[in-house]
């Protein structure tokens, strides 16, 4: 029910079948929003925290426990150095409150975890106050009214009350939808970003590096030239990506963390929301595609780099060929991808080109909301919500990318 300023809420348990059932239906809901539904790590926790709290099983819900048996941590592993239930249930709170500061569910059951506790709290829907009846005007002795007088003064008092009721209400109802038409909404594209600007983390950009080995008869070995030169550089073209990438976020008043993808461990990704820029030179931007429906591939022998639809269609393949001549290539392929990783339980992105004019495109593509609106088919629901991944073409003219256009893209 819809409260106003006479709203209130009072302290609540659901202890009733029906009560229960509804707050777990309130716990769907709360899921099934962008704000935990592109998160893995964040779902199981809530999950495990309301029911565990409805069950009674609150001797479970503490910080080893839930470390153990979500987060597969061993039993004596050090909560201090590993932080990752606190830092869970942080991220937790804040999505709940950015979920209920949204209008349309403030009559909502309330689902809340305060801080310093793992059990959770609930509050009922909002309940409305009714208006304290009118007391009865004292009547008046007979004498003073006539028989003509009684109805049409009754009458004239009701259509005034109804007159004021009905001013107020058209006010209340202009006021609701002027806040509606005006309050502020989240663009697809908005939407698309939203798992990186909400993160509690500052987002990881990791980028591959240019496969490069020193000549050892033309550099000695030990020498400072050698350790410079072993060290796989990053290409020019690369670093301009970073820079736009790192720019954008920063309009978001974010920070991002830069790192070579030969110095970016596992831990790394599971702390934060990750970008990986550049395609084959990259071992985690592999890693990742090699379990998408398009992946990368290649060919040393022949020189040639491809992307295909892993799931068999010949139909789908888009090849670059690094032997031709550079001004025989007149096209370059990317893929961009936005997913929740079940392994890292963190939000992965990938602009990756088979060469680096469709790295720059993919960059391209990601940061402008006129050609990220392109993922838009028409036919899926939400889809700046869901995992997306997708195959972008760009044409090379005088040596620089142009636009990038979308060839291909796969939603689940």
Sequence with gaps: MRGGANAVREGWYPEKPEEVTAVHEQLEKLLADPLFSLSRRYPIMLRRIVEDTLSGRTQNLKERVLGMELFDRAADYDTNSDAIVRVTAAEIRKRIAQYYH???????????????????EFKPALIAKEPPAAEPASPEPEFRKSASEEPFKNNRGISRRAMQWGLVSGFVLVLIVCIV????????????????????????????QLRHQPAE????????????????????????????????LATHGLRPRIQVSSMTSYTDLRNSP?????GIDNNW????LSGLHYRMAFDPVSSTARIYNAE???KESWIVDFAAQAERETEDYAIVARFADPTTENTVMISAGLGEDGTSAAADFLTHAQYLSTLNDGKTNGWEQKN???VIKTQIIDGKPGPPILVARYFW
């Design 102 to 120: 949204n209008e349309k569910h403030a009559s909502e059951i309330r689902i809340e975890l305060p801080v310093g506790s793992y059990v959770a």
């Design 217 to 248: 008869k033309e550099v000695p070995e030990g020498s400072l030239a050698h350790a410079l030169l072993s060290q796989k550089p990053v290409s020019i073209s690369d670093a301009i990506v970073i820079s736009n990438f790192a720019a954008f």
């Design 312 to 314: 068999g269609s010949s």
């Design 181 to 208: 038409i005006w309050l502020p909404r989240k663009s697809d594209f908005q939407l698309f970003w939203q798992p990186f600007v909400t993160s509690a983390h500052p987002p990881l950009i990791c980028v591959g």
């Design 388 to 390: 997306v991944e997708a």
């Design 285 to 288: 931007t592999m890693h990742f």
């Design 274 to 278: 990750v970008l990986l820029v550049g």
